[in-house]
């Protein structure tokens, strides 16, 4: 078998802190910067990442050369231009991103400067959750000896570019890290989303053309330009680009993060994890964090691409798989995520300000045994009103994904809820 | 409440990174709270004042977040992750024990002031499920029989 390339977290070892500059130096880093900066032109680099086909790590897969593309020209428009790094990560089951902020800052860095440079903004802001405080403190003792090197500031290694990164600690809402939410957080305003169009490219951070990209997303463009695109391509499987970094959480053996060729199957995915712990079976997966569709034991020949994953029902969000074992309640996980959602309902609207606290209050009812079979078919009522194209963003849509699969898939447990009056499970 | 001119420079040099002063505004409560344990009236005045909002606005922002509490809270405050992963991994368990040992439910403080414990979402340390922080420290794996050594650690 072929040995597994892994850009993103070869220099990442378990329990150790990250490189310092110079060892990430001696091991190949900002080699791509001084190749890239004053040597190729910033269109160039962006149309290289577009025939990458590096697709948003965030969760959407949108290709992020292409959202660069959308970036106005910097003479039509002059001003300041902003690229904004996505390192909310408060979907549940999700903890890729921490891997690769506490693990190697500066390949987050190294990510930032070219992918910066390619769509000529001055400033980048690191949007990190504020629970992330070793994340916060290595990126900022990593920008700080990346500025003393030249790698940061003006006239950057002579490339006549200038750039400035500010690591920006958020204060914990899940809403943030929808992108237009994120900048109005930021701005110092109620983090609320924004109306799209206008998209951050043309108006995003005080107005001004933007960028927001996520963590994984911008740590893979160093790897690009150092090693190409064809050699990018030929990383990933199902015919998507490059790595990703999987995590797998709940009662397997080993859960954790791993980085595998983009489009690895489920089932692979979970034998890295170590298969499930003695005496639990795989009852279904939620394949990338919280707002993801149920995918049943049935369906785990999957390939987790973007185009996969979406085929057989579900996303890939974040990629990283919660397990449902059998000796867990199903109604009871449902519950708790539609806690979280409507807890996390930034109320801008009226269908998810009431009606996911409604949800909830309907699955709490029926795990307790008071449920009726009449409040099955008002979940499916609410569902409807609350999906894609109905609320102002997608937390709701997203909320709906884990609801509408899991009746659909648990009607058995529902039902005998309802009918035992009780919750069979402890 | 007024701001030393040690708050006003440590302040102004987050101000600095921003073209305009209400983005550092989570910042700057953050910065209160750190100092005093939460943000209070006339800290949350005087912040405003420092960036040019109304007080009004900023505490639109401030009761907008989980991180930023406008009432006391205890000495430590213990985050216990209630997300999906940590639920299914027995964060009841953990809190039922928290509450054998300190006596305080979730968003209750302890009658001598030292820890308030709080239900947090998911802390990106879900391979370590259950997990809580306490303050800034995390921990992960927790088991009840390891509480007691967590909450009171030997000096
Ligand atoms: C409610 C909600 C929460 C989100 N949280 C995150 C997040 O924590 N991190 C992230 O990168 N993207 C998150 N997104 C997606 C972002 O809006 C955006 O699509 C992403 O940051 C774009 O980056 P990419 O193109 O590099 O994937 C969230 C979206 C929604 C609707
Ligand atoms: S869908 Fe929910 S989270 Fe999104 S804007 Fe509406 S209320 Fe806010
Ligand atoms: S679910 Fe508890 S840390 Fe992620």
């Known amino acids: 078998m072929m040995t597994l390339e892994r850009p993103l977290t070869k220099n990442i070892k378990p329990n150790t802190p990250p490189m ?16 890239t900066l004053g040597r190729v032109a910033p269109a160039d680099l962006v149309e290289m990442v577009i025939q990458s086909g590096l697709g948003g790590r965030g969760g959407g897969g949108f290709s992020a050369g292409r959202k660069w593309q959308l970036m106005p020209d910097p003479k039509a428009d002059p001003g300041p231009r902003y690229l904004v790094i996505n390192a909310d990560e408060m979907e549940p089951g999700t903890f890729k991103d921490r891997l690769l902020l506490e693990g190697d800052p500066h390949q987050m860095i190294e990510g930032i400067i070219l992918s910066a440079y390619a769509i000529q903004a001055d400033i980048s802001y690191i949007f990190v959750r504020g629970e992330y405080g070793t994340a916060i403190t290595r990126l900022e003792s990593a920008i700080g000896a990346a500025r003393d090197a030249g790698l940061l500031g003006r006239n ?46 043309i108006s995003g951070l005080w107005g001004r053309p933007t960028v927001v990209n996520n963590v994984e997303t911008i740590c893979n463009i160093p790897h690009i330009v150092l090693r190409g695109v064809d050699w990018y391509k030929s990383l990933g499987l199902d015919g998507e680009s490059g790595t990703k970094i999987y995590g797998v959480s709940g009662r397997v053996k080993s859960p954790g ?10 089932n692979d995915l979970i034998e890295h994890a170590g298969g499930m712990r003695e005496g639990y079976q795989l009852r279904a997966v939620l394949p990338g964090g919280a707002s993801t569709a149920f995918l049943l034991d049935d369906q785990l020949d999957i390939p987790l691409s973007f185009a996969g994953v979406a085929k057989a029902g579900s996303r890939l969000g974040t990629g990283t798989a919660i ?5 867990t309640c199903p109604v009871g996980m449902l519950h708790n995520l539609q806690h979280f959602f409507a807890q996390e309902s930034c109320g801008w609207c009226a269908p998810c300000r009431d009606g996911l606290p409604w949800v909830e209050r309907i699955l709490a009812k029926i795990e307790s045994g008071q449920g009726e079979m009449s409040d099955l078919a008002l979940l499916d009522d609410i569902a409807g009103t609350l999906g894609p194209g109905r609320t102002f963003c997608a937390l709701a849509p997203g909320a709906m994904a884990s609801l509408v699969s899991g009746l ?12 035992t009056k009780s919750c069979g499970w402890t | 409440m007024h701001l030393t ?37 006339q800290s949350l005045e005087a912040i405003a004042v420092l960036l040019d909002m109304s007080p009004a606005e900023l505490d639109e922002v401030a009761t907008f977040y989980n991180l930023i509490f406008r009432k ?15 639920w299914m991994l027995g964060r009841d368990k953990i809190a039922r024990k928290i509450q054998d040992l300190i006596g305080i439910r979730q968003g209750e403080t302890s009658t001598d002031g030292r820890y308030t414990l709080l239900p947090i979402v998911c802390l990106g340390h879900c391979d370590h499920a259950p997990a809580m922080m306490i303050d800034d420290r995390l921990f992960g794996d927790v088991e009840p029989g390891q509480l007691p050594g967590i909450l009171e650690p030997p000096d």
């Open chain 1, 156 to 201: 950057i290694l002579g490339s006549s570019y200038d750039l400035e990164i500010h690591v920006h600690g958020g204060a914990g809402r899940y809403i943030c890290g929808e992108e237009t939410a994120l900048l109005n957080s930021l701005e110092g305003r109620r983090a609320v989303p924004r109306a799209k169009p206008p998209f951050p490219q």
């Open chain 1, 20 to 35: 310092g500059l110079h060892a990430y130096q001696a091991a190949g880093g900002y080699e791509a910067v001084r190749q």
């Open chain 1, 408 to 419: 659909t898939y648990f009607r058995a447990e529902f039902e005998q809820h309802i009918h």
């Open chain 2, 5 to 41: 001119p040690a708050d006003i420079a440590a302040l102004g040099e987050i101000v600095g990174h921003y073209p305009h002063k209400r983005a550092a505004c989570i910042d700057a409560l953050k910065y209160m709270q750190a100092r005093h344990g939460y943000v209070s009236d």
């Open chain 1, 323 to 327: 397990i449902l074992d059998d000796r």
């Open chain 2, 72 to 86: 006391p809270v205890g000495e430590k405050v213990i985050y216990l992750c209630d997300s999906v992963t940590c």
């Open chain 1, 257 to 266: 993060t791993f980085e595998l060729p983009m489009g690895t199957t489920l």
